[in-house]
């Protein structure tokens, strides 16, 4: 039986990603200090360790015979790495290197990292491109921007195989709703059942490439498999299509309010996934509406 850790196991992505991997028969371990995860997304028959990546002496030996890590843990979204640089610096690098030092002395077979499209900043040109020169505009892009470094240079010096996943604004059940850290679309369903108008930041036509929870969690377990990758490479796991946030509001429905624009945001986002495709065999099958049309109205 393969042995799989997942950090942020109890997180938005971390938990489907758990779920996938137990439906396929593995064997999971799950690090997470619950500080953005719940429990109630744990699964039951994986063995979860209440756990902080800062902790060293308290992680390395959770990673003692495990055949794949996946780094799913971090201190999300851009206003919360302005307002808390120190804090988000600690988790979102310090606990990724300590998670590849562990990884490295168990001598595990692969480590799949979450990094971030917020790496690139705003390009002069659409799609973005991996071999593009990263540009990031705040603290947290940085931060998934050094993590990704990390992974390649554990490759190139320790010979640990890594791979880094460029996540672009994921959505789907038990994405974040509440708080000034929650993204778009669980921002504007929470605000439409409570009958509050949709807040759009700024004119609304700024655009994301927006992933499907599902198809990022069909990507993480193709790189897992693949035997194309495990060299340090970076991979856009995205849509390959981008939509405004007024469209999103038009999709939701309902009357919209719009607020100064944010410090730090993206202008526009859209994924160059030809990579995906080459090295992971993988293309995202669930498009915007039809996704954001089966979250389940009533999701915690």
Known sequence: MVKVLVTGGAGFIGSHLVD??????HQILIIDNLS???????NAQAKFFE??????DKIRSLFRDVDFVFHQAALPRIPLSIEKP???NEVNIGGTLNALVAAKQAKVKRFIYAASSSAYGNQKELPLREDMVP?????????????ELYCRVFFEIYGLPT????YFNVFGPRAGQEGAYA???????????AGQPLTIDGDGEQTRDFSWVGDVVRANILAMTSGKVGRGEVINIGAGDNHSVNEIAKIIGGETFNTPVRLGDIRHTLADITRAKELLGWEPR???EDGIKSIDIGYQ
Do not use: H, M, W
């Open 51 to 56: 756990a902080d990546l800062r902790d060293f």
């Open 135 to 147: 540009s990031p505009l705040n603290p947290y892009a940085l931060q998934k921007y050094v993590g």
């Open 86 to 88: 120190q804090e988000t």
């Open 36 to 42: 953005t995860g719940k429990r109630e997304y744990l």
């Open 286 to 288: 669930v498009k915007l």
């Open 20 to 25: 996938a991997l137990i439906e396929k028969g």
């Open 183 to 193: 993204t778009v679309i669980p921002i504007f369903l929470r605000q439409k059942r």
């Open 163 to 166: 791979v880094s996943l460029r």
